[in-house]
């Protein structure tokens, strides 16, 4: 086995969105950089981004694009005044869009990768030992090694399976493949009423697709603030999701052209006959064989890198990002700028990572984000706060739109006027927590936002409006 020269100062594994920024930076930054990836595309060929962009958010968002478009040429152009006639549906085309933009964007990072002389390996990487990899390439050539000063491990996440819903891609499958349907079941199963299950609740829905959501947990995302997850499960449930919490799956098999499920609640068994079952019952680490044991990377009891502060793994030189960690929630934004933080300290520059002021967002329709403290996590905490609320149904421009469900919560301490927590559910909610998230990286407090100037007639006045209510200034509703 050979090692091939020179030693770099810096391999990253994993060409996700972590990984990708991370090997970005690196170069930006003087260092001598190689990144090393495995994925491959529906055709065998490479494609980097990872899962994120392949199989993930950038996949998910791009066939609801479509299938909200679809959606509303049936249901909400009526309303407009617009009529429509012999609408159809062409899912395989509907994929191929999805699988061009995937590609598009996957050549970009490539020619990244090219302008700041990145080299690429095509292969699959194992640590053997600190700033030494064992590399197997895609294509069955002799493995070798390769060596780097400093490693950066960024392999992501894949998802979890179930013993008793094993996936076959064809009548079970996982989330990759929920993405990849050329035809439209006429009633669909998802296990898992979390981020990911609603995500593609929300396309095959849309789509048309009679769709059960089986969610063991008896309460519905327990992650944003309750309040908008009682007001997002009261959405859904109107637009026709049918959300079973409780619901414990114990079996599922192929029975003919069906999947036959089985599942406990409350009430006891229940048996439950669907197209298509998906399996999106989360996503665990991707730290299996990447490294070897007498590497001794110091892993956690469920398969996570354990790392400082500083993203360091116990090994000299070693770093590891995005979902092998828990120092954040498994979300490409947080992968993004662990990347460029562990680059940057490799290159003597030290930033900071603000994980207390990172957003989350579940992309379905309408969106969910938040960014702070939720309001049943200040009152466990006994913090004095208040709440300003105003419904999107308030403004104008919702109004216009047609679109008015949804709205925006704003958490301030009662006492200093910080902002803590702000939560939307609405559409593009995705876009406007980047002004929540801005006010509190500069420490603003409701007051600043209630004294800011929106323009109006838009959605974002939900946010001024929020802030105004501390001061019962509400001049679009009763305050």
């Not at 637009?239 to 414990?248: H, I, M, N, T, V």
């Not at 109006?456 to 001061?471: D, I, M, N, V």
Request: aromatic share 6%; glycine share 8%; hydrophobic share 40%.
């Amino acid at each position: 086995m050979s090692t091939i020269p020179p030693i770099y100062d810096v391999i990253v594994v994993g060409a996700g969105p972590a990984g990708y920024s991370s090997a970005i930076r690196c170069a930006q930054l003087g260092l001598r950089t190689a990144c090393v990836d495995n994925w491959r595309n529906k055709q065998g060929q490479r494609i980097l981004g990872g899962a994120h962009l392949n199989s993930g958010c950038v996949a998910s968002i791009t066939l609801l694009e479509s299938a909200r478009l679809y959606h509303a040429l049936n249901h909400d152009l009526k309303k407009h005044g617009i009529h429509a006639d012999n609408i159809s549906l062409d899912i395989a085309a509907m994929i191929q869009r999805k699988d061009s933009i995937i590609d598009a964007l996957g050549h970009k990072i490539t020619d990244l990768f090219k302008l700041h002389k990145i080299d690429s390996f095509h292969a699959t990487a194992k640590l053997i030992k600190p700033r030494q990899l064992h590399l197997t390439p895609i294509d069955g050539s002799e493995p070798y090694r390769l060596e780097g000063k400093h490693i950066i491990l960024a392999t992501g996440s894949s998802p979890i399976p179930l013993p008793y819903a094993k996936v076959d891609n064809e009548f079970i499958i996982d989330s990759f493949a929920a993405l990849n349907m050329t035809t439209l079941p006429k009633k669909l199963a998802i296990i898992g009423a979390g981020v990911i299950g609603l995500e593609l609740a929300a396309i095959w829905g849309r789509l048309g697709a009679h769709t059960v959501l089986l969610e063991a947990q008896e309460s519905f995302l327990s992650l944003p603030d309750q309040q908008i997850s009682r007001e997002a499960y009261r959405i859904y449930t109107q637009q026709g999701l049918d959300l079973r919490l409780g619901a414990r799956v114990t079996a599922a098999k192929k029975v003919g052209k069906k999947v036959q499920v089985e599942y406990q609640d409350q009430e006891g068994n229940h048996s439950l006959k669907v197209d298509r079952l998906i399996v999106a019952s989360g996503r665990k680490p991707n730290t299996e064989n990447l490294a070897a044991p007498e590497a001794s990377l110091l892993l956690d009891e469920n398969g996570y890198v354990h790392v400082d502060e500083n993203c360091r793994t116990n090994l000299p030189g070693v770093f590891a990002i995005g979902d092998l960690t828990v120092l954040g929630p498994m979300l490409a934004h947080k992968g993004i700028e662990e990347g460029v933080f562990v680059a940057e300290q490799i290159a003597g520059k030290h930033t900071a990572i603000h994980y207390d002021t990172l957003p989350s967002v579940i992309y379905t329709d309408p969106e969910i984000a938040w960014v702070g403290q939720t309001e049943q996590v200040l009152r466990a905490l006994g913090e004095p706060i208040k709440i300003g609320i105003f419904p999107f149904s308030a403004t104008s421009r919702a109004q216009a739109s047609g679109r008015t469900e949804g709205l925006v919560k704003i958490i301030a301490h009662a006492e200093s006027d910080a902002l803590l927590g702000v939560h939307i559910i609405g559409p593009k909610a995705s876009e406007l927590i980047a002004e929540a998230v801005l006010a509190m990286e500069f420490s603003a407090s409701s007051e600043d936002l209630a004294r800011t100037i929106h323009a109006h007639p838009t959605r974002s006045e939900a946010f001024h409006e929020a802030a105004l209510a501390f001061k019962k200034m509400l001049s679009h509703i009763p305050g």
